[in-house]
């Protein structure tokens, strides 16, 4: 039930945009998106509900294609901060746990 | 809101003893998720509770680990015996229908 991510690394410079896919096997309720930075804790970014919609946070957005049970992560003219390692969280039912993807490391540098 | 607080920040424990890791919510958070880290197996799910009862906890390891939530603002996630193969990050998380947010994390190392 563990969600695929893809692709497992991607290394930017300042700018530049990048794409983060996340696919599941089975039916998706919702689709959780977080980044986490070496030796901390994952920081929420956003969440995307059954419904198709798309969802922005500053540079940042996010997709949700129920059919094909995929999420994508958009990160426009990236900057050095939007460094780290990003992981969707899914559950295929309200009320079920999160599983996560194994994550993508994103490394943006100057 | 101070977030999900956990404790102790790092614990360092010898083999064979027992280890307690504690978690308070957000206020008003009904479910609660403790996952494992490590680099080997990623952000792994332990249990996941909702109005504090154990709703899935397929993904605790074995009998040494063990979960409670006695009420509606404590958590503790317990290992005993401790063994090497335990040590990684643990991470309790609260969450509400829109988003779950995570604590600081215990690392723990067992030697």
């Known amino acids: 039930q563990q969600p695929v991510q893809s692709p497992q690394a991607v290394i930017l410079r300042e700018g530049e945009d990048a794409v983060i896919n996340c696919s599941s096997s089975?039916?998706?309720?919702?689709v959780h998106w977080y980044r986490q930075k070496h030796g901390e804790a994952p920081v929420f970014l956003m969440i995307l509900l059954k419904g198709g919609e798309q969802k922005g946070h500053e540079k940042i957005s996010a997709s949700f294609n129920e059919k094909k049970q995929q999420s994508s992560l958009y990160l426009t003219a990236s900057q050095l901060s939007y460094s780290g390692t990003y992981f969707c969280g899914t559950a295929n039912q309200a009320g079920t746990a999160l599983i996560f993807g194994k994550g993508t490391t994103l490394s943006v540098s100057s | 809101d101070a977030g999900v607080i956990q404790s102790p920040r790092h614990e360092v424990t010898e083999m064979g003893q027992e280890v307690t890791l504690r978690c308070k919510p957000i206020?008003?958070?009904?479910?609660l998720f403790w996952y494992r880290q490590t680099m080997m197996r990623g952000l792994e799910l332990l249990i996941y509770f909702n109005n504090n009862v154990p709703i899935d906890d397929s993904g605790m390891p074995e009998d040494r680990f063990s979960a409670k939530m006695p009420n509606a603002s404590f958590s503790t996630l317990k290992i005993q015996p401790s063994e090497p193969r335990d040590s990684a990050v643990y991470f309790c998380?609260?969450?509400?229908?829109?988003?779950?947010?995570f604590g600081q994390g215990t690392r723990l190392t067992v030697v």
């Open positions: 998380a609260s969450s509400t229908a829109w988003g779950a947010f």
């Open positions: 206020s008003g958070h009904n479910s």
């Open positions: 089975k039916a998706l309720y919702s």
